[in-house]
């Protein structure tokens, strides 16, 4: 055996790994904490969940919890909000809710809410976001969540005209993530109350993947 | 290990040592970068493959307000009852009560379930005609005779023609949201695109309670 063979050229490996992790880091996203686990029904339907979705989530017992990822449009919805209920939240709040994930409190808990650690709103007791027709805070959420997705869109899509460059985004949608266990009349209840807004008619059911059957 | 070969590590002086020690002064050691960049690849692996959540986009258009625009009664189709306990019952054509005045039969609620010969055969034998229609246009594409986009235009023409099965879906207050989304994606499986889910009925849901209470477990 010659004694110059242990070395032997990784370069082309390396280059390959270096390729591939890069492109996983760049494909991924940051996945944040859920307050609730829910287990989707499952279809068939391989459809991929558009990225500019408002999400509400329902857990097994009916509990509401929504979920707008863009901080910024985050911002503007919770200070819509907080103008309606006439509720007041600082600045480094309004931070602390921008990089929060899906939440299911009432408007008039949620700085106290805020205000907690990750472990702390993990044991927040709630009853989820009120939506009953007197305090229909859901449905507040959603409506003041499209509209500023919807404004955030156009906005983007005419400056996108303006420089002339390729428009990406995606108009604003809305998903239902329900448990499997979940009452379908809580599901109904919800999507009611979508259609009494008039904002959009397509709505995403999440669900995970089956095979088709043949 | 990873030490990079500086040239006069020898420290030799003869000329002949001089320019072996050049030689290997290109080579690196990788291996750690290599293990390195192995691990990343492996952590972005796992953990973004799994993070993909798919969807069933269902249409839940908003109810007319004026009676003019409103849809006329379905005649021909299909209703699924569903109610607690995983049970489900359907009933084809209009709904009739007992002793109607124009003197049809009653309707009558037959019991399925949610296996692969209840519902999904249900619907795939009421919907034979439109999957045969959508079959020879899938031919049709498969010969190049017609591009994607036309079929996919001509497979949606199709699917709204008034010829073919409508679908309603009814819940009580007890039913699973499993079992809505089962018959939504029984439908999307049969290609049977005109489905609505709509509020139950007093009658209906009277005579969905009584079949319940009178059929197997």
Do not use: C
């Not at chain 1, 602390?96 to 205000?115: C, H, Q, T, W």
């Not at chain 1, 904002?199 to 095979?211: A, G, V």
């Amino acid at each position: 055996m010659p004694s110059a063979s242990p070395s032997l050229d990784m370069t082309p490996m390396v280059d390959l790994a270096f390729l591939l992790v890069t492109f996983f880091m760049l494909t991924a996203s940051v996945r944040v904490t859920e307050p609730v686990l829910v287990d989707t029904p499952s279809s068939v339907s391989d459809k991929i969940l558009p990225n500019n979705v408002a999400l509400i989530t329902i857990d097994e017992d009916g509990r509401l919890f929504y979920n707008i990822e863009n901080p910024t449009t985050r911002v503007k919805i919770l200070d819509r909000m907080a103008g309606a209920y006439k509720v007041k939240f600082t600045d480094a709040e309004k931070k602390k809710f921008a990089g929060m994930g899906s939440f299911g409190v009432p408007i008039e808990k949620l700085r106290d809410y805020i205000n907690l650690d990750e472990v702390g709103r993990a044991k927040f007791p709630t009853a989820g976001i009120p939506s009953d027709s007197a305090h229909n805070q859901i449905g507040d959420w959603i409506f003041y969540g499209f509209i500023e997705a919807s404004i955030k869109f156009k906005t983007e899509f005419e400056k996108a005209k303006e420089n002339k460059t390729e428009f990406k985004g995606e108009k604003p949608r809305l998903a239902i993530k329900a448990d499997s266990k979940t009452d379908y009349i809580h599901v109904q209840h919800v999507i009611n109350v979508i259609k009494k807004k008039k904002l959009e008619p397509r709505i995403n059911l999440i669900t995970s993947l089956e095979e088709e059957p043949k | 290990m990873a030490e990079v070969n500086t040239g006069d590590s020898g420290g030799g002086h003869g000329k002949h040592q001089k320019k072996r020690a050049k030689k290997l002064s290109t080579r690196i050691d990788m291996t750690p970068m290599v293990d390195l960049a192995f691990l990343l690849l492996t952590f972005f692996v796992l953990t973004s493959t799994f993070n993909k959540s798919k969807t069933l986009e269902v249409l839940y258009p908003v109810d007319p307000t004026d009676t003019i625009n409103k849809p006329p009664p379905i005649k021909e189709g299909i209703t699924f009852l569903l109610t607690e306990d995983d049970k489900v019952f359907y009933y084809k054509g209009e709904f009739n009560l007992k002793g109607n005045a124009e003197g049809k039969p009653e309707t009558v609620l037959t019991q399925t379930d949610y296996s692969k010969d209840g519902v999904r055969k249900i619907l795939m034998d009421r919907n034979k005609d439109l999957r045969d229609a959508i079959a020879k246009l899938q031919e049709q594409l498969n010969k190049k005779e017609i591009n994607d986009s036309i079929y996919k235009l001509k497979a949606n023409e199709e699917r709204a023609l008034p010829k073919y099965v409508t679908v309603l879906i009814k819940t009580d207050d007890k039913a699973s949201y499993k079992n809505v989304v089962d018959v939504i994606d029984d439908l999307r499986i049969a290609e049977i695109a005109k489905m609505a889910v709509v509020d139950i009925t007093g009658p209906e849901l009277a005579l969905m309670k009584q079949s319940a209470a009178n059929s197997k477990p």
